[in-house]
């Protein structure tokens, strides 16, 4: 047997709520809903698009920047091989400068009659050819009676030599030189062993 106290009756039901919007999760457990925009949105979309179009002219400033870097380097470049060259012809040009005398003086040397007068006029170019020279910084590596350096000496023979210390250069077949430290051409000498 079923007791009334447990049937309800059918009048009384309770009319169903209306559906809320689903709510959505943003951080930190609070809720919002989707239908509605939060407060600000909008002038954070524009602050963000403000940003973008800094960053943009800001990009555009240094790519200006970069290419004008670069077109500068290019004339830098430029101008540097220019003045090499033009370094290169007015060294050119004061070496033979200096050296014209010198060839008058062999001009004349080739006129002039054959003789003692002769000897002295060439032997007095040769003395001029080796000061101008020595003026534009070349020096002659020094070698016979020294010991010999294969930094600066170019042995092309050996001999038993009496009197003479080893590796002495006893006789130089032609003479070496150098500008300032550095060798343009060795000296090419005999060494006693």
Do not use: C, W
């Not at 002038?43 to 004008?68: P, V």
């Not at 054959?114 to 020096?139: C, N, S, W």
């Amino acid at each position: 047997m079923e007791k009334e106290t447990d049937k309800k009756p059918a009048d009384t039901a309770q009319p169903e709520p209306s559906p809320a919007p689903e709510p959505t999760e943003e951080k930190g457990g609070r809720q919002k809903r989707k239908d509605k925009e939060p407060k600000g949105s909008g002038a954070r979309l524009a602050a963000l698009e403000q940003e973008a179009e800094n960053l943009k002219k800001e990009l555009a400033e240094q790519k200006d920047a970069y290419q004008r870097m670069l077109a500068e380097y290019a004339n830098y470049k430029r101008r540097t091989e220019q003045e090499k060259e033009q370094i290169g012809l007015y060294t050119k040009a004061d070496l033979l400068k200096q050296l014209l005398p010198t060839i008058d003086n062999l001009e004349r040397a080739v006129d002039a009659p054959p003789g003692d007068e002769y000897k002295t006029g060439v032997d007095m170019t040769i003395r001029q050819f080796h000061e101008a020279l020595t003026a534009m910084g070349l020096e002659e590596i020094p070698a016979e009676q020294h010991p010999f350096d294969p930094e600066v000496h170019h042995a092309v023979m050996r001999e038993d030599a009496d009197g003479v210390e080893p590796d002495t250069v006893t006789e130089v077949y032609q003479k070496g030189y150098r500008v300032a430290g550095r060798v343009l051409r060795p000296a090419m000498v005999k060494v006693a062993n």
